[in-house]
RNA sequence: GCCCCCUUCGUCUAGUGGCCCAGGACGUCGGGUUCUCAGCCCGAAAACAGGGGUUCGACUCCCCUAGGGGGUACCA
């Protein structure tokens, strides 16, 4: 049998991480057996501008590499792959249904039906409708028209027996047909519902597995009843379970930020994030970023193959130890039987730490290149950069090493891009380095003095010198390199001493000491 | 209320009746390397939701309870 999966997404302006999980997962398993993954756009009841909405989906999906083969922007053999341009298709439907026998027109008022459901609610027993308002006739149904009163299509659901799915994650599941609804499929508007259109559209284009999130499971028996009345074999079901809150078994929502806030982890990346934001000068907004959403890690400067590798093991593992899967890794031992059936909750700092792992296995090459927007884009360097921009920036690189976590670290180390006589101090480091131990601004001078004479300064070179100058005065080398570190960068932290030195050069160095030193 | 799904260290997970006084990873804690911070290395603490069965033997099978999730919409 031919493979073919899809993910339907709802314009929504943004890729949700549980979404990104689910598209995942069907776009492996679709590449697995050499099938196709389809993106239709579930847009039945949008207002607003759908292209302008689907975008930024569409953006994140493409940044992490799941490709589509048929739906938007490609489109392919059954297009359209909105369902908002394919209304007729499902009144086709619904008319195929009604004269099948498998639906029936209603004209029951909602206050009607709600109170058969309330009754059943107080007797404790399993609502079923009574089917008082079925128009059973077209004598029946101009009756009901003169009351006043307008109709929906209901389905006619069985009420006896039992509907077996065999789910390729949960396996065997079964409902009784009695406790389904006869839910409504046609607005009385003229407009489909949901599950019809899903129905009819996996039909059409010939999807084979439905892979999607737990939460539909429910909704199963209702939609199988529908393809089943409209002549159609099932497709094979694999429920997904959800991704669940850092800490917890509740599941993920983009609408609970103030709680996660309070995720030690889940603080530190949404930090990060706003820092590097503020530094690029990115407007954002808690609505479109934060870490629940996929585009917060694009711009931040996350490897789109971390967090793919993460979101792999995210309810999904291939033994007890195999962590890491390159994209033709995965692709060729992901299998559905091996999805988790409970709900796995979002670990951001686990999330980071596979980013870290694969920034570590960047070339310094390659790690300059990717981290080099973020250097333009904060104006470390011009844009675009120069040759002698990008050859100092993959200086930085290489001194700054695993300290690079994301790309947008790289902003940390503005002190290798700016002018000397613009270097900004941290005042406490200042104080507690250069300003308060008695010796630290005679031994700084005296040391400049020294490594006015280095040559070549290059690493090696002034470490021999720093080395000789402790040596020579019997002091320890803590005694004076924190001072050299504050004068040459204003910071108390930073890259290793002498690679510093080297970049800076001789000249930047005296300079900036020289300044520290007149600002005592 | 009714129906369905789920439950192994804080987190992701391995485990399909004896290999498990439960293994790996992230995180945490301790130690080492060291000019700071990272990184790296070594080590430690840390779990079978609870209760009943079945069995010579249960993390693994069955039942109940609790907790979590979903459906019960003219939402998707």
Redesign the pocket.
Same mark, same amino acid.
């Given at each position: 049998m031919k493979v073919r999966t899809r993910f339907a997404p =709802?314009p929504t302006g943004y890729l949700h991480i549980g979404g990104v999980r689910t598209a995942l997962f069907c776009w492996l398993f679709a590449r697995r057996h050499g099938g196709q993954f389809v993106l239709r756009i579930?847009d +039945?009841?949008q207002q607003r501008n759908v292209e302008q909405a689907l975008e930024p989906i569409l953006e994140g999906l493409r940044w992490l590499g799941i490709d589509w083969d048929e739906g938007p922007e490609v489109d392919g053999p059954h297009a359209p792959y909105y369902?908002s341009q394919r209304q007729s298709r499902y009144q086709q439907a619904v008319e195929q249904l009604l004269a099948g026998g498998h639906a029936y027109y209603d004209y !029951?008022? +909602?206050e009607e039906?709600t109170a058969e #459901?309330e009754a059943?609610?107080q007797e404790?027993?399993?609502?079923v409708y009574s089917r008082r308002w079925r128009a059973r006739s077209d004598e029946d149904a101009q009756r009901f028209e003169a009351e006043g009163r307008?109709r929906?299509v209901r389905l006619l659901m069985p009420r006896e027996g039992t509907l077996v799915i065999d789910d390729l994650v #949960? &396996?065997r599941?079964?409902?009784?047909w009695a =406790?389904e609804?006869d *839910?409504?499929v046609q607005? +009385?508007?003229g407009s489909c519902?949901? $599950?019809l259109a899903s129905v009819v559209d996996d039909h059409d284009f010939e999807i084979s597995h439905v892979i999607r999130a737990?939460? $539909?499971?429910?909704?199963t028996p209702r939609q199988a009843f529908i393809a089943q009345s409209l002549g159609y074999d099932l497709p094979q079901y694999a429920h997904l379970?959800?991704v669940?809150e850092p800490? =917890? #078994?509740?599941?993920l929502s983009k609408r609970k930020l103030e709680k996660y806030l309070k995720n030690k982890?889940f603080k530190t990346l949404a930090e990060l994030g706003e820092q590097i934001a503020a530094r690029i000068g990115l407007a954002t907004s808690a609505e479109t970023f934060n870490p629940v959403i996929v585009d917060f890690y694009r711009e931040i400067g996350f490897l789109p193959e971390a967090l793919v590798n993460y979101l792999l093991?995210? &309810?999904?593992?291939l033994?007890?130890?195999t962590?890491t899967f390159s994209r033709e890794e995965m692709i060729a031992q992901f299998s559905l039987e091996?999805v988790? #059936?409970?709900?796995? =909750?979002f670990?951001p700092?686990?999330l980071? !730490?596979f980013q870290?792992r694969y920034m570590?296995q960047l070339s310094v090459e390659q790690r300059a290149t990717f981290v080099r927007p973020w250097a333009e884009l904060g104006k470390l360097i011009s844009t675009p950069a120069s040759e002698k921009e990008r050859a100092r920036l993959q200086k930085v690189v290489t001194a700054a090493?695993?300290?690079l976590?994301v790309g947008g670290d790289i902003l940390d180390y503005e002190e290798f891009f700016t002018e000397d006589d613009k270097l900004a101090y941290d005042e406490k480091a200042f104080e507690k380095r250069i300003r308060k131990p008695d010796d630290a601004a005679l031994l700084l001078r005296e040391l400049a003095a020294a490594l006015a004479g280095v040559e070549p300064f290059s690493a090696p070179e002034v470490?021999a010198a720093v080395r000789a100058f402790i040596e020579q005065r019997g002091i320890k080398? &803590?005694q004076v390199? *924190?001072a050299l570190?504050v004068a040459a960068t204003g910071k108390?932290?930073?890259? &290793?001493?002498?690679?510093t030195l080297e970049i800076l050069g001789r000249d930047s160095t005296l300079t900036r000491i020289e300044r520290a030193l007149a600002q005592l």
């Amino acid at each position: 049998m031919k493979v073919r999966t899809r993910f339907a997404p =709802s314009p929504t302006g943004y890729l949700h991480i549980g979404g990104v999980r689910t598209a995942l997962f069907c776009w492996l398993f679709a590449r697995r057996h050499g099938g196709q993954f389809v993106l239709r756009i579930d847009d +039945t009841d949008q207002q607003r501008n759908v292209e302008q909405a689907l975008e930024p989906i569409l953006e994140g999906l493409r940044w992490l590499g799941i490709d589509w083969d048929e739906g938007p922007e490609v489109d392919g053999p059954h297009a359209p792959y909105y369902q908002s341009q394919r209304q007729s298709r499902y009144q086709q439907a619904v008319e195929q249904l009604l004269a099948g026998g498998h639906a029936y027109y209603d004209y !029951a008022r +909602t206050e009607e039906i709600t109170a058969e #459901r309330e009754a059943a609610q107080q007797e404790k027993r399993q609502f079923v409708y009574s089917r008082r308002w079925r128009a059973r006739s077209d004598e029946d149904a101009q009756r009901f028209e003169a009351e006043g009163r307008q109709r929906v299509v209901r389905l006619l659901m069985p009420r006896e027996g039992t509907l077996v799915i065999d789910d390729l994650v #949960r &396996g065997r599941v079964e409902f009784a047909w009695a =406790s389904e609804q006869d *839910h409504v499929v046609q607005r +009385t508007d003229g407009s489909c519902l949901y $599950h019809l259109a899903s129905v009819v559209d996996d039909h059409d284009f010939e999807i084979s597995h439905v892979i999607r999130a737990e939460e $539909h499971l429910s909704n199963t028996p209702r939609q199988a009843f529908i393809a089943q009345s409209l002549g159609y074999d099932l497709p094979q079901y694999a429920h997904l379970p959800y991704v669940a809150e850092p800490g =917890s #078994r509740n599941k993920l929502s983009k609408r609970k930020l103030e709680k996660y806030l309070k995720n030690k982890d889940f603080k530190t990346l949404a930090e990060l994030g706003e820092q590097i934001a503020a530094r690029i000068g990115l407007a954002t907004s808690a609505e479109t970023f934060n870490p629940v959403i996929v585009d917060f890690y694009r711009e931040i400067g996350f490897l789109p193959e971390a967090l793919v590798n993460y979101l792999l093991l995210l &309810g999904w593992s291939l033994d007890d130890k195999t962590e890491t899967f390159s994209r033709e890794e995965m692709i060729a031992q992901f299998s559905l039987e091996r999805v988790n #059936r409970a709900p796995a =909750s979002f670990d951001p700092a686990k999330l980071l !730490a596979f980013q870290q792992r694969y920034m570590q296995q960047l070339s310094v090459e390659q790690r300059a290149t990717f981290v080099r927007p973020w250097a333009e884009l904060g104006k470390l360097i011009s844009t675009p950069a120069s040759e002698k921009e990008r050859a100092r920036l993959q200086k930085v690189v290489t001194a700054a090493g695993d300290r690079l976590r994301v790309g947008g670290d790289i902003l940390d180390y503005e002190e290798f891009f700016t002018e000397d006589d613009k270097l900004a101090y941290d005042e406490k480091a200042f104080e507690k380095r250069i300003r308060k131990p008695d010796d630290a601004a005679l031994l700084l001078r005296e040391l400049a003095a020294a490594l006015a004479g280095v040559e070549p300064f290059s690493a090696p070179e002034v470490e021999a010198a720093v080395r000789a100058f402790i040596e020579q005065r019997g002091i320890k080398i &803590g005694q004076v390199i *924190h001072a050299l570190r504050v004068a040459a960068t204003g910071k108390a932290v930073g890259c &290793g001493m002498f690679e510093t030195l080297e970049i800076l050069g001789r000249d930047s160095t005296l300079t900036r000491i020289e300044r520290a030193l007149a600002q005592l």
